[in-house]
Structure formats: structure tokens, C-alpha cells
């Protein structure tokens, strides 16, 4: 079974609106970490954001936030205020484990994102 | 500070050559991952390096995949010999050994392999 879905192969979105990028996971470990990257075009995974798994609200970092729905086990990327700069491939992906384990990382399929001047 | 980097950038060989891939990790980083992405594949594991043992080689395809971390600080991998199914983008990623930390992987900008 896939551990990571990223449902949106490719999405569009105007320059200056707000944009969330779909993220669903399966796990039965009771700890766990949630990861976006983004992958421009010239190849460089970016690290974006990060939630963990006991985090009590969803974690913010400038422009991004995640939408954490533990029930629902989905993770999605929310970009606010979207700039040309942002057209790039979007990773989703999870550790099992706790914090510090240091595991590998689960990735997703990926979403393309074009924002549209 | 200097972030991961991997060379070659880019590598374009024949079936049946060998090819060794490299990383330099970020300093101080004991953690560090290979990871490849086939071509319209997801992102899948290779190996894990703590220092310069081997935690988990689970995602290793075969055994012409051969990965190194001597002293601990900068690995490669080497594929012997390479078939047409390893083309692909060969990441590599580095992470702090931390209790309790997020271990954010910092990735390098990966190796485009492409074999004929």
C-alpha cells in the first residue's frame, strides 16, 4: 500500500493567491513526521516545512503552513500569497518513528505547482 | 555553510560500465542517505549511514550497488555494472545526529545518471 499519496500530479494557480497541495499517508506507527519539500527546477530538494505526529497545532513557516488532520491522516501544504518563484515540484513525505530517530524518509509522488502571472 | 554537495552532476555511461557516485555530507552531519528518483518514480530509499557504518541498506535494488562511507565523512556509491533500468537521479542527503530533534534530511542536488 502506498504510504505517501500526493493526488494532484500538476496544479496551477494564480500569482497572489493561496494554494494547498493535497498529502494523505499511511501508517500504524504512533510516531511519525510529516515533511514538504520543494524541488525547483534546477534539482535542489528544498526543506519546507515540517509536523510531527504529537504536534498539537499545525505547524507555520512564513508563506506555509500545513493543514494536519490526524483522524483523516492527511498532511496538506498550504501556500499563501503564491509568487512566480513558487512553480516548482512539491514533495510530501514521512519518517516512521519518533523524533531523532533519524529514519529514512517515505516520499510521495509529487505535485507540480505553476503559478500563473 | 556548505550545504550536500554530489558529483558528478551528471553521468552518461554504457550498460555494463561502472560509475561511482559521490557525497560530501555537511559537516558535523553523522547521518547519511541515498536516495534515487526512476524516471516518473517516487523518491525511493537506498541506504542509511551512521558515520561509516551501515544502519539500513534495505532499499538497496541488487548487489551491483555498492555504497561506502569511509571515516565517516564523504560516501559513494558505486554501480557495477550499470544497467539501463538505474538511469535516474541519484540523491544523496545529510542529517544531525539529535535526541528529540525534527532530523531534517538537507539534500544535495543529485546526480542525473543516464545509461545507454
Known amino acids: 500500500a502506498q504510504k505517501i499519496t500526493q493526488t494532484q500530479p500538476g496544479m496551477f494557480v494564480q500569482e497572489k493567491e493561496a494554494v494547498t497541495l493535497d498529502c494523505t499517508y499511511d501508517t500504524s506507527d504512533p510516531s511519525y513526521g510529516l515533511f514538504w519539500y520543494k524541488q525547483p527546477s534546477s534539482g535542489e530538494m528544498i526543506f519546507l516545512i515540517y509536523q510531527g505526529s504529537y504536534d498539537q497545532q499545525n505547524a507555520t513557516e512564513g508563506r506555509y503552513s500545513l493543514n494536519f488532520q490526524k483522524a483523516r491522516k492527511s498532511a496538506n501544504l498550504v501556500i499563501s500569497a503564491s509568487q512566480l518563484g513558487d512553480s516548482a515540484m512539491y514533495f510530501c513525505a514521512m519518517r516512521e518513528g519518533p523524533s531523532g530517530s533519524a529514519r529514512q524518509l517515505t516520499f510521495g509522488s509529487g505535485t507540480q505547482l505553476t503559478v500563473l502571472p | ?116
Open chain 2, 1 to 116: 555553510e556548505a550545504g550536500v554537495t554530489q558529483f558528478p552532476s551528471h553521468s552518461v555511461i554504457e550498460k555494463g560500465q561502472t560509475v561511482t557516485l559521490r557525497c560530501d555530507p555537511i559537516s558535523g552531519h553523522d547521518n547519511l542517505y541515498w536516495y534515487r528518483r526512476v524516471m516518473g518514480k517516487e523518491i525511493k530509499f537506498l541506504l542509511h549511514f551512521v558515520k561509516e557504518s551501515k544502519q539500513d541498506e534495505s532499499g538497496m535494488p541488487n548487489n551491483r550497488f555498492l555504497a561506502e562511507r569511509t571515516g565517516g565523512t564523504y560516501s559513494t556509491l558505486k554501480v557495477q555494472p550499470a544497467e539501463l533500468e538505474d538511469s535516474g537521479v541519484y540523491f544523496c542527503a545529510s542529517s544531525q545526529q539529535l535526541a528529540g530533534g525534527i532530523d531534517e534530511q538537507f539534500f544535495g542536488p543529485g546526480t542525473r545518471l543516464t545509461v545507454l
